[in-house]
């Protein structure tokens, strides 16, 4: 695993490396979202989970920001 959170509390680094990639902005902190800034290689999966068991349908971008 390369990380887990429960939301991305408006993280300076997050928002500067999204801004960068042209993601859409996300401008409350508060958003029950994930937001994550690591770096990846090979071949990878992205899973995810309610906080408590919960289910429903999940979204995931990814964006390679290493040449900005």
Same mark, same amino acid.
């Not at 770096?39 to 995931?60: E, P």
């Given at each position: *695993? +390369?990380?887990?959170n429960?939301g991305?509390?408006? %993280?300076? +680094?997050i928002?500067?490396?999204a %801004?960068?990639?042209g993601?859409?902005p996300w401008? /409350?902190?508060?958003?029950?979202? +994930?937001?994550a800034?690591? /770096?990846?290689?090979?071949? +990878?999966?992205?899973r /995810?989970?309610?906080q408590s068991?919960?289910?429903? *349908?999940?979204l995931?971008?990814?964006?390679?920001?290493? /040449?900005?």
């Amino acid at each position: *695993m +390369l990380g887990a959170n429960q939301g991305w509390a408006g %993280n300076a +680094l997050i928002t500067a490396a999204a %801004n960068a990639a042209g993601a859409f902005p996300w401008t /409350s902190p508060s958003q029950p979202r +994930l937001r994550a800034l690591t /770096s990846l290689a090979g071949g +990878l999966y992205c899973r /995810s989970a309610g906080q408590s068991g919960d289910t429903g *349908m999940a979204l995931a971008e990814v964006y390679d920001v290493t /040449s900005l």
